[in-house]
């Protein structure tokens, strides 16, 4: 077809598209490593990139999909754990957004940002700063997410653990109500755990994944929160679903670090604490989510209505009534007045708003849980915690709202099955009371007289978060939210 100069210049001409497309391949390859060298976004690059056809197609794949790619590597630090034992695997299952798991329809605030799947576990460092803390404590270093292997929506195609079927006790309009689950936040379940039994775990995980919208479900990451072998329960907790993770701390660090630890570990929009005693209901996630959606700034801490499962029989359930939360000078948790008699014109089941958190079983928005200030770590072991958290919440722009329409039982126990030390536990309150009780400290000291010559240690960090985030005094919060503390109060 070609012949003598014509057959060159063919040859010449195929030469130079080849060198062409090898330059325009060189450079968009080249654009991509310095892009990644100096810390830019992965789809920002591959934007500017996007010349050749391939770097198109990706950059249009699902974010999920593009975003592993830039998620630091997990590290862990002599005597911290392994890359087996935290389940490097751990996710944030599909995407947001259609179904075939692209982004492009969600609102941002319910699914995220790279930013956030990028941030350092700053939190679980202070963690590892604080005296107590030991080894475990520096488990992360890197990264706040263990998601950065992100798998598509595991598949499942075995049975549900077995578990105590509850008895239907939410109002008539709770039930059957459809709930626009597009609408809501994916979630992660953060549950730790020490010296439980097989048979609550199981029965636990069991009602969540039967009674839960699994589709919003990201993970349920239970902390192994240095359990001895007996107690671990590592691969029955993963055989009994894909989205069951374990991380494991190798030295106990409390059961509030360990919270602060988990939530760092996921990435989902909003986390939810559990533990491992509970069997929920139908419906119990949806509403909880439904509030947290509609809360104005992420500000708001939400808690199922906790009923009764009874210490000596797991398959009994007793229903409870619709209490608010609350404390006494002491700083002693309990359940307080019913909010019908506090407020005339409630009408069950709304949400209604409680002066304190219960303690371990509450729903947040995981950006809300950072920049408020997590949990105090330099408290140890168990307690304190909670108060702490609903005098922060209240009077430094959030509040705590119970919602009827989710509820669960939950075994509320006499002794816990670890060891609690009654000073630790002193301490955790004196510094609650050191940063929070303002003019009020001499009644805490006036009811717990052995508190006032205990070494708290020091407050100063949370003193400045306290600034930081132009909280109210304690007059304001006895006065608009908890007047009954100038009072004698009645324990249910």
Request: hydrophobic residues 40%.
């Amino acid at each position: 077809m070609f012949k003598g100069k014509s057959l060159v210049l063919f040859v010449a001409g195929l030469v130079f598209i080849v060198l062409v497309v090898i330059a325009l391949e060189y450079r968009a390859v080249s654009d991509i490593r310095k892009g990644l060298a100096q810390g830019a976004d992965l789809r920002s690059v591959f934007r500017s990139a996007g010349r050749h056809a391939m770097l198109k197609h990706m950059m249009e794949q699902p974010a999920a999909a593009v975003e592993q790619h830039q998620q630091p590597a997990l590290n862990t630090r002599e005597g911290g754990t392994s890359g087996e034992e935290i389940e490097a695997t751990i996710g944030t299952g599909s995407s947001w957004g259609s179904p075939e798991g692209g982004e492009g329809s969600r609102p941002a605030a319910l699914r995220g940002t790279n930013a956030e799947k990028r941030r350092t576990a700053s939190v679980v460092a202070a963690a590892s700063q604080a005296p107590e803390a030991g080894p475990a404590a520096n488990v992360v270093q890197e990264t706040a997410s263990v998601a950065a292997a992100q798998q598509p929506e595991p598949e499942f195609h075995g049975t549900f653990p077995p578990f105590p079927t509850p008895p239907e006790v939410r109002h008539p309009t709770c039930v059957g109500k459809e709930f626009d689950l597009t609408s809501l936040p994916r979630v992660s379940l953060v549950i730790p755990y020490l010296n439980e039994t097989w048979g609550h775990i199981r029965a636990t995980v069991g009602s969540l994944l039967a009674h839960s919208p699994l589709q919003l479900i990201d993970q349920i990451l239970f902390i192994d929160d240095g359990n001895d072998k007996a107690w671990q329960h590592h691969d029955q907790l993963r055989a009994l679903h894909p989205k069951v993770r374990v991380h494991r701390n190798e030295v106990r660090q409390g059961l509030i670090r360990a919270k602060v630890i988990g939530a760092a570990l996921v990435s989902s929009p909003v986390v939810i604490f559990m533990e491992p005693h509970c069997v929920v209901v139908q419906q119990w996630m949806e509403p909880l989510l439904e509030q947290l959606a509609l809360s104005k700034d992420h500000a708001t801490i939400v808690m199922p209505t906790l009923d009764i499962i009874p210490e000596a029989n797991f398959n009994q359930y007793l229903t409870a009534n619709h209490h608010i939360g609350g404390f006494d000078w002491s700083l002693t948790f309990n359940w307080m007045a019913l909010i019908e008699s506090r407020n005339h014109t409630y009408r069950y089941p709304d949400p209604y708003p409680t002066p304190a958190l219960s303690g371990g079983i509450f729903g947040i928005w995981k950006d809300y849980w950072e920049r408020s200030g997590t949990y105090d770590t330099n408290m140890t072991e168990w307690g304190g915690e909670h108060i702490e958290m609903s005098l922060r919440t209240w009077r430094c722009g959030g509040r705590i709202e119970i919602v009827p329409c989710s509820r669960m039982g939950h075994v509320f126990r006499a002794k816990n099955p670890y060891e609690v030390h009654v000073t630790q536990v002193l301490r955790n309150a004196k510094r609650a009371a050191l940063v929070w009780l303002d003019n009020h400290l001499e009644e805490y000291y006036r009811k717990v007289p052995y508190a006032r010559n205990l070494d708290a240690g020091d407050v100063s960090e949370r003193l400045r978060l306290k600034e930081k985030l132009q909280c109210k005094s304690m007059d304001w919060y006895i006065d608009e939210i908890y007047p009954e503390l100038r009072g004698e109060q009645h324990p249910r």
